[in-house]
DNA sequence: ATGGCATCTAACAGATGA
């Protein structure tokens, strides 16, 4: 079972690059969207429905912003869309699909690359961790997929020293999402597999950043402590090239013990 | 300290992003 996070900074571009064979080709169980920036009638969602796959979306209020959206083989037993407060459904930053064994988050965390949104993130964030941890006793199973905005420990940002003042990287930002794993129980799915430095999901399109791997790891597959042992790995897919993120992969063993 | 790049909307300039 493979199930990918995935920022496309815009789907309607993504798919003037190909975003759809890239989908055909690694064929994901599971793949949450980030930032699809367009309305439901403005995606080729046909496309997605001839390969197989059913779709559902959480976009904001706001044409072109922000929006969430869960792909997937199977058709889930229920979808929810948003959190339940207005000021955070309003832009789209989270959709849960609920399937027979687990259910699935798909969270657009708010950046606070203006500074006056950083309280809007961390209320955002804070209201999530309760969310997840409510959730948990009657999900227990869950994965959370998603552009979580924040680099969590030094090793998962180029610069640690000169970036440590700026936001998604701020010391409040990396201990909320210490406090998120640790409270809600869940595991970075990625670090779990891996924990050499220089691994990024985010690189600016300045000054060739990509290229020179000048990057940050926002994008997590974090799972439940209850499917841990069904891990078998997971690895970013940096040959996806539709955005300024890349997709992030965790695959699982649904018959392990 | 600034801008650099890309994707949006509503217009050929401004907002957003990290």
């Known amino acids: 079972m493979k199930i990918i996070t995935y920022n496309v900074n815009g789907i309607r571009a993504a798919y003037n690059k190909n975003f759809v064979e890239w989908l055909s080709a690694v064929r994901p169980d599971v793949l949450c969207l980030q930032e699809s920036k367009a309305a439901i009638e403005q995606i080729d969602t046909a496309k997605l429905e001839d390969l197989g796959y059913h779709h559902h979306w959480h976009c904001a209020q706001k044409k072109g912003y922000s929006g969430v959206g869960i792909v997937s083989k199977q058709k889930p037993k229920h979808v929810e869309y948003g959190c339940g407060l207005a000021d955070f ?36 964030c804070h209201y999530l961790l309760d969310y997840v941890k409510d959730l948990r006793t009657e999900f227990p199973n869950l994965i959370i997929s998603g552009d979580f905005n924040i680099a969590h420990n030094e090793i ?21 999402l210490s406090k998120f794993l640790d409270e809600a129980g869940m595991v970075d799915s990625f670090r779990h597999f891996n924990n050499q430095p220089g691994h990024y999901s985010w690189w600016s399109y300045r000054a060739a950043a ?37 997709p992030v992969l965790t695959e699982f063993d649904p018959g392990a013990k």
């Open 156 to 176: 998962d940002i180029h610069d640690p020293v000169r970036l440590s003042k700026v936001s998604g990287f701020l010391p409040m930002e990396r201990e909320w």
């Open 89 to 124: 459904d309003n832009e789209g930053r989270i959709i849960r699909a609920d399937f027979d064994d687990f259910s699935v988050l798909s969270v657009y965390v708010p950046s606070a690359t203006n500074i006056d949104r950083l309280d809007f993130k961390m209320q955002f």
């Open 210 to 246: 990509r290229e020179r791997n000048k990057g940050w790891r926002l994008d997590y597959n974090f799972v439940s402590d209850t499917l841990q042992h069904k891990m078998i790995r997971s690895v970013k897919l940096p040959d996806a090239r539709h955005s300024d993120h890349c």
